[in-house]
């Protein structure tokens, strides 16, 4: 199990980089919250503003950058965590990972894993507070 919770540890760093990268070029690339909820003058010119469909597509890309802002800090330092065998960090990656689900489908995997490999008996005694056994 110390292979599958330095793998873990792994993703869950490479993970939070990638989505805080893809949250921010969600952003970038939409014109950040005003490019994403506000229609252009030409469209309000036009007339051609389905009732709904854009301010809620704007709306979904936000939430879900926000969402990846958020959950990016915590995977990375959970990973760091795992990666050191910190007691603390079997519960937070347990939390975080749960969590991470919602990020389908390749958080999902991740998440799923995660839960696997945290929740296993065979890990457990890895993060018992032994000071000096590990770097």
Same mark, same amino acid.
């Given at each position: 199990?110390?292979?599958?919770?330095?793998?873990?540890?792994?993703?869950?760093?490479?993970?939070?980089?990638?989505?805080?990268?893809?949250?921010?070029?969600?952003?970038?690339?939409?014109?950040?919250?005003?490019?994403?909820?506000?229609?252009?003058?030409?469209?309000?010119?036009?007339?051609?503003?389905?009732?709904?469909?854009?301010?809620?597509?704007?709306?979904?890309?936000?939430?879900?950058?926000?969402?990846?802002?958020?959950?990016? =800090?915590?995977?990375?330092?959970?990973?760091?965590?795992?990666?050191?065998?910190?007691?603390?960090?079997?519960? =937070?990656?347990?939390?975080?990972?749960?969590?991470?689900?919602?990020?389908?489908? =390749?958080?999902?995997?991740?998440?799923?894993?995660?839960?696997? =490999?945290?929740?296993?008996?065979?890990?457990?005694?890895?993060?018992?507070?032994?000071?000096?056994?590990?770097?």
């Amino acid at each position: 199990m110390d292979k599958h919770v330095r793998n873990l540890a792994i993703l869950n760093i490479v993970l939070g980089i990638l989505g805080l990268f893809v949250a921010i070029g969600i952003l970038y690339f939409n014109g950040g919250k005003d490019g994403l909820l506000v229609a252009t003058a030409a469209e309000k010119e036009a007339g051609v503003i389905p009732l709904g469909s854009m301010p809620l597509g704007g709306l979904y890309l936000l939430i879900l950058s926000v969402y990846m802002m958020l959950i990016a =800090v915590p995977l990375v330092a959970c990973g760091y965590g795992l990666y050191k065998f910190q007691p603390w960090a079997r519960w =937070v990656g347990i939390a975080v990972n749960a969590l991470n689900i919602l990020n389908v489908p =390749v958080g999902t995997a991740i998440g799923l894993y995660a839960l696997w =490999v945290l929740m296993s008996d065979e890990t457990e005694p890895l993060f018992e507070d032994k000071p000096g056994e590990r770097d």
